[in-house]
């Protein structure tokens, strides 16, 4: 995926993706953090994602919700 000069590429099932051209972990304290398709939808990790293309993101634990934010 592309998103102004960013773009993320994901494989189902690895632990890290490349972001503009370097690995990076998706989750470097669990590395079971993968993409995977489960009942034939593709999984994604949001935080991974939303971050790695300058977003913010807020986790409510209360209200289980989560808020991305990017910036304008």
């Known amino acids: 995926m592309t ?3 960013n773009t993320i590429q994901l494989m189902i099932g ?3 993706a490349t972001v503009n051209g370097v690995s990076t972990p998706i ?3 669990n590395p079971a ?3 995977v398709i489960v ?5 994604l990790p ?3 994602i939303a971050e790695s293309l ?7 634990q209360a209200q289980q919700l989560v808020t991305v934010t990017y910036p304008q």
């Not at 300058?54 to 409510?60: I, S």
Request: proline residues 7%.
């Open 54 to 60: 300058g977003c913010q993101v807020n986790w409510n």
């Open 3 to 5: 998103l102004g000069s």
């Open 14 to 16: 690895q632990g890290s």
């Open 33 to 35: 953090v993968t993409p």
């Open 46 to 48: 949001l935080r991974f």
């Open 39 to 43: 009942a034939g939808c593709t999984m």
């Open 27 to 29: 989750d470097p304290t």
